[in-house]
């Protein structure tokens, strides 16, 4: 009887189990279903997608930067086919101690580690990240014949250099390796996957054109992750070829003359503002720049106190000494103050009345009785100091205006500065206090308040030659997109500055033109062997300023301390072509050290016109 209870109890039991797992199994087969749907029928394309995506990838190909010339087709920036180690995030398990076998190899160092995990945050997993670039043919063998790390691959690529070194840095500048907040300015579509970008000189301001259009290419790969295909969805459009108008003979030249001086010299063609020279000293080499600057390049440039990345042709701010003075006497002739007759005695110095102070001439014995046309050629300060007391600040201010002086002059470079054109308003903004007479009167000696860059100067020198024709300056003078023709660039834009009597235009250059060939001319040392006319002004302007008791000895001077040399000019005089600007720094007299200079800058030109190898 037990046994039997036994038996109903065991099989009522066994059923319950059996429809238990027979409840389970149904739920279980139900979500299966109900999970294969999902996948196959209702998420199909998405899940498609992804595995199409772990197969197919879409990569950008970056286009090859346009190549910068000079005037004469002479290669200013080019690219050189290279190669560079890479490693791909999501091929590479432990990307820490890969990165420390390649080191171990010889392959990189520390400072390649730390600059790729600084640069990984910025790449996706699947894009191959940069660990050292430029890999000479030795160390591409060598990786290429012991390649055991997964993930790390060799790519070519090309590579920006500056065939003439140091020479046209700050026109051409230079590209080097682009930041997180260069990629956010940029288009983003189109810089994906950008390595360099512009950093100074034309290879920023035309960075766009230069960079060209991404294209597109897909790969395959298969399980391993190894790529079995590679197509070009969309091919990238190369950057333009610029071509420049600056001759790289004459720049060149004008770095030779300048080597070991900190200086600047600008050659502008007045009759279209296009720009021949524009140098500044000392140079540096652009080259370092482009793969990432050593430590010990940096530290040169950083330490070094004559600012070698500093563009003293554009950003550089000097007291424009005497060669102010053409403008100013043509302010005087226009607002006449003065006629070409009027004549001021020079002593050798000049007093306001009451006012104990001398203003000294640069020549303590005085010039005599000098007029218009004297004062420019021999650099009469008591002259100018007389006009500009007449003129007043504010007319003073007003006509020098009309040459742009304390504005920009819109060139095609970064970091221009706009130099600074005192005034009554201008000191109460800036000093917070009122305009003293006196400083009118060194105003108009080009010293002061007053501070103009070199492009100014050359700029304010072509309006004399061309008698009005204020241009703005250009550096790109023609582009060509690769495989077609080369189009013109746009020529600057002029703006005609006003004048009542063209008469008075004549006077002043006549003045200028006695500065190198009259017998009392502070630059008449120039004219000896000159194969072409030239009229020019020289300057000398004070760092700082002495006493009316105190004399200037240079060899008791800091060197720093120094006057700076200055030279203008422009050639030849009845038809002109082009004008010249230099300044050298803390050297001491314009006509001794800045003409000279000058005179050897545009010989080169003159001699290219003589044998007939102008554009």
Request: include cysteine; aromatic fraction near 10%.
């Amino acid at each position: 009887m037990q046994s039997i209870n036994n038996a109903q109890l065991e099989n009522k039991i066994l059923f319950s189990r059996l429809r238990l797992a027979l409840i389970f199994i149904f739920l279980l087969t139900t979500l299966l279903v109900i999970r294969i749907y999902n996948l196959q029928i209702v998420n199909h394309e998405y899940y498609l997608e992804e595995a199409l995506g772990n197969q197919m990838r879409t990569l950008p190909i970056t286009p090859s930067r346009g190549k910068i010339f000079d005037r004469y087709d002479n290669v200013l920036a080019t690219n050189k086919l290279a190669f560079r180690l890479t490693l791909t995030q999501e091929k590479t398990k432990n990307i820490a101690k890969t990165l420390q076998q390649l080191k171990q190899s010889g392959f990189i160092n520390d400072n390649n580690i730390k600059s790729f995990n600084k640069n990984a945050r910025r790449y996706q997993k699947f894009h191959s990240i940069p660990i050292k670039y430029n890999l000479n043919e030795t160390q591409v063998a060598k990786f290429l014949i012991s390649n055991a790390f997964i993930g790390v691959d060799i790519e070519p690529y090309f590579h920006r250099i500056y065939p003439n070194q140091g020479s046209s840095v700050h026109v051409v500048g230079y590209v080097s390796r682009i930041t997180k907040k260069e990629k956010l300015f940029y288009d983003k579509k189109n810089y994906l996957g950008a390595l360099f970008v512009g950093k100074t000189g034309i290879e920023k301001q035309y960075e766009t054109r230069l960079h060209g259009t991404n294209g597109l290419q897909q790969i395959e790969r298969n399980v391993s992750g190894r790529v079995i295909d590679t197509q070009v969805i969309k091919p990238a459009i190369a950057g333009e070829n610029l071509y420049l108008s600056i001759d790289l003979d004459m720049q060149k030249k004008a770095e030779t003359l300048l080597q070991g001086k900190r200086g600047s010299i600008v050659v502008i063609d007045v009759r279209n503002g296009e720009i021949l020279t524009l140098v500044s000293t000392p140079i540096y080499n652009p080259n370092w720049f482009v793969n990432g600057i050593s430590h010990a390049n940096y530290n040169q440039l950083q330490t070094s106190t004559n600012i070698p990345q500093l563009n003293r042709a554009v950003q550089g701010l000097y007291p424009p000494g005497s060669t102010i003075k053409p403008m100013v006497a043509l302010a005087g002739l226009e607002e006449n103050i003065i006629s070409n007759k009027s004549s001021t005695f020079c002593s050798g110095y000049y007093k306001l009345p009451n006012v104990k102070r001398k203003f000294n001439d640069w020549k303590k014995t005085g010039h005599g009785y000098v007029n218009v046309k004297d004062s420019i050629a021999q650099s009469c300060d008591v002259f100018f100091y007389d006009l500009a007391d007449k003129l007043g600040i504010d007319k003073l201010h007003d006509n020098l205006d009309l040459f742009n002086f304390g504005r920009k002059t819109g060139i095609d470079i970064p970091g221009e500065s706009a130099g600074i054109l005192p005034s009554k308003t201008w000191k109460n903004k800036n000093k917070n206090e009122p305009w003293y007479r006196g400083e009118t009167l060194i105003t108009g000696i080009g010293q002061g308040f007053i501070a103009v860059t070199p492009l100014q100067l050359a700029v304010a020198t072509a309006a004399i030659a061309n008698k009005g024709s204020l241009f703005r300056p250009t550096l790109l003078k023609n582009t060509q997109v690769p495989g077609n023709i080369i189009i013109e660039s746009k020529k600057g834009r002029h703006i005609q500055i006003p004048i009542k009597n063209i008469q008075n235009w004549e006077n002043v250059i006549d003045g200028m033109k006695q500065t190198i060939y009259g017998p009392k001319g502070t630059a008449r040392r120039l004219n000896k062997g000159l194969t072409y006319t030239l009229a020019g002004k020289t300057g000398t302007a004070q760092v700082f300023g002495l006493d009316a008791e105190e004399q200037y000895i240079a060899e008791k001077l800091d060197e720093k301390l120094r006057d700076h040399a200055l030279f203008t000019g422009f050639a030849p005089i009845e038809n002109p072509e082009i004008a010249i600007a230099i300044i050298v720094e803390n050297t001491g007299n314009g006509s001794s050290k800045a003409a000279p200079i000058a005179r050897q800058v545009l010989d080169v030109y003159f001699d290219k016109q003589l044998n007939n190898t102008s554009p």
